[in-house]
């Protein structure tokens, strides 16, 4: 069983910057793919990164490229989510979530087991 606790989110101007952390217990964070996922007030949940576990490779939704950037320290359980240039329409509840599978990594909710319970991010001048 695996645990996650998001951190990190706030209120930025926009074109400000933050970097939210996933932090994992329970299992190790080697065998598991995570995604990062955001939910604005009346909208469904969609996912914005992905990383596997093997490789490192992302995946991303076209909104946020070029601004965001995830990475992974599998030695501190971490997964980060950078975000640069934030605008007013990245505002939400941001969750992450962890499969446990080596070489794919989705965007979509539904392949994931494991989320936390969010952390919360204003984008507001």
């Known amino acids: 069983q695996l645990q996650l606790v998001e951190s990190g989110g706030g209120l930025v101007q926009p074109g400000g910057s933050l970097r939210l952390s996933c932090t994992t217990s329970?299992?190790?964070?080697?065998?598991?793919?995570v995604g990062w996922f955001r939910q604005a007030p009346g909208k469904e949940r969609e996912g914005v990164m992905c990383?596997?576990?093997?490789?490192?490779?992302?995946d991303y939704v076209n909104s946020v490229k070029g601004r965001f950037t995830i990475s992974r320290d599998n030695a501190k359980n971490t997964v980060y989510l950078q975000m640069n240039n934030l605008k007013p329409e990245d505002a939400g509840a941001y969750y992450c979530?962890?499969?446990?599978?080596?070489?794919?990594?989705?965007?979509?909710?539904?392949?994931?087991?494991?989320w936390g319970l969010g952390t919360q991010v204003t984008v507001s001048a």
């Open positions: 979530a962890a499969r446990r599978t080596l070489y794919y990594c989705s965007t979509s909710p539904a392949n994931y087991d494991y």
């Open positions: 329970g299992d190790p964070l080697d065998n598991y793919a």
């Open positions: 990383i596997t576990a093997v490789g490192g490779r992302t």
